[in-house]
């Protein structure tokens, strides 16, 4: 008996098919195990079993409205316009499900982004599954700079709202073909859409719901480094499947996209490092880490526009940029009032502008993502360093879209939820930690039905 196919049609990829899913099981990996690991052991031993918490419950809530209505808002058709900003005017989808068995199963599209780019080879299943991981990891990251005093009743309602609201616009506009996309502003893989976002949300957020303890700020000893640097391993392999999985083909692209993601993010963690031992005396793995993070935020909206050369360069500046700004304006007034826990500003906000500014300086166009059949032409950027100015300012343009997008939307949705449940645990709360909030510890000894906490916070 002849085997059929299950989706018979010239469409079908399957090896590009096979790449999309390794690659978005790799950016899934990045936050189920990675950052809630990395998180559960940078934290105090007290905070270790709710920071983990977190970000397991954000990247189950944000799929469920990923399916049901998000992924529509950030990838379907058009449904908002806004004709006074130009540049096709397109900022939004129409929300609605991905459920059935014709839209998982159907070819993937994305509908107002089509014309610019190859049939895709793969079905909507993968792509809606690939997109969901990016959306779920944005959210996480974000988190990163409320560790310690949010409550948890009121990140359970933050979580849907602000993906349903917030992320959807930024997506759309980039990467959907929205306006800002359509007026040539480029993110190969989230710089923008992700990182700033993160940062630009975390940062409004800390400040809305307002510091931990000061004894939590004064003394937050990781519980486990090793832990962390576990996190953070899989956090830096799973950037292979974040940045090689963007051009939707498994294709030369791809590749360079790859290697240009492990040698930026090689370059920022030795200067991050070299940094350290000359101004500070001694390596921090600490700092190592931050580093890493620093060059996979910064190349990730330049991985598959910019050369190896060019990746050295961008992962330099991305450890040196960042680590001016936390050591230095770190200290100032500002940075002191808002308690930005895990320096989320830094990392990825500060480095998501080295990365998209850096596009606009070093995209270089012999770097093709798509490669022109007939009368279509090649798909590649043309940044300063080849003549095209422009660029630079297009992205500056972006990147103040998605900065104004997040601080007055986060601000609007912590306020509307904090009339709803406090946004703020309370001090004996936060004093005790996991144990006050989930009847858990991180680190207890049991025997006989009869739990020994490790003692200390």
């Known amino acids: 008996m002849a085997i059929v196919p299950a989706l018979p049609g010239s469409w079908l ?31 105090k031993k007290k905070w270790a079993i709710n920071s983990a918490f977190m970000a397991f419950y954000a ?13 529509n808002m950030a990838f379907g058709k058009p449904w908002l316009t806004m004709p006074f900003i130009g540049g096709g005017n397109q900022f939004i989808g129409h929300p609605g499900q991905i459920t059935s068995a014709w839209n998982e199963t159907k070819e993937a599209v994305i509908p107002a982004a089509a014309a610019g780019m190859p049939p895709i080879g793969f079905p909507m299943a993968t ?24 409550s948890f009743k009121a990140w359970m309602i933050f979580v849907p709202v602000w993906m349903s609201i917030i992320y959807p616009i930024g997506a759309f506009s980039l990467w959907a073909g929205g306006w800002l996309g ?4 480029v993110d190969y893989s989230g710089g923008y859409v992700i990182h700033l976002t993160a940062a630009a949300s975390g940062f409004t957020a800390a400040a809305v719901i307002g510091p931990r303890l000061p004894r939590d700020r004064e003394n937050f000893q990781p519980n486990s480094l090793l832990i962390t640097m576990v996190g953070a391993g899989i956090l830096w392999l799973g950037w292979d499947g974040f940045n090689g999985g963007d051009p939707y083909f498994a ?91 895990l320096g989320v500003f830094h990392t990825h906000g500060v480095a998501a502008l080295v990365g998209g ?25 043309t940044g300063a360093l080849f003549g095209n100015w422009h660029q630079v300012l297009l992205q500056l ?61």
Request: aromatic share 10%; net charge negative; hydrophobic share 55%.
């Open 13 to 43: 990829d399957t090896g590009d098919n096979a790449w999309q899913l390794t690659a978005a099981t790799f950016v899934g990996l990045q936050s189920v195990p990675g950052l809630v690991v990395l998180y559960g052991g940078i934290v």
């Open 59 to 71: 990247f189950a809530a944000v799929l469920i409205v990923w399916m049901l209505w998000s992924y």
């Open 127 to 150: 792509m809606v599954f690939f997109q969901f991981v990016f959306a779920a990891i944005t959210v996480i990251i974000l988190q990163g700079s409320i560790l310690g005093r949010m």
């Open 182 to 185: 359509s007026m040539g502003v």
């Open 251 to 341: 294709n030369a692209d791809a590749g360079a996209a790859v290697l240009n993601t492990n040698v930026a993010t090689a370059a920022s963690l030795l200067t991050w490092t070299v940094l350290d031992v000359f101004v500070h005396g001694r390596p921090s793995i600490l700092g190592a880490v931050n580093g890493m993070i620093a060059g996979l935020v910064a190349i990730t909206p330049a991985a598959g526009y910019i050369n190896g050369g060019e990746a050295i360069v961008l992962g330099i500046a991305a450890g040196i940029l960042p680590w001016m700004t936390w050591n230095l304006l770190g200290k100032t007034w500002l940075f002191r009032k808002v308690d930005d826990v």
């Open 357 to 381: 500014i850096g596009t606009g300086i070093l995209a270089d166009p012999g770097m093709i993502e798509y490669f022109g059949t007939g009368k279509d032409s090649n798909v590649n950027v």
């Open 397 to 457: 343009y972006g990147a103040a879209f998605i900065i104004v997008l997040n601080v007055v939307g986060t601000f609007i949705i912590l306020k509307l939820i904090g009339l709803v449940v406090p946004l703020r645990l309370s001090e004996e709360s936060m004093l005790i930690g996991d144990d006050a909030l989930h009847g858990e510890e991180a680190y207890a000894i049991y025997g006989d039905g009869q739990k020994i906490p490790v003692m200390g916070d």
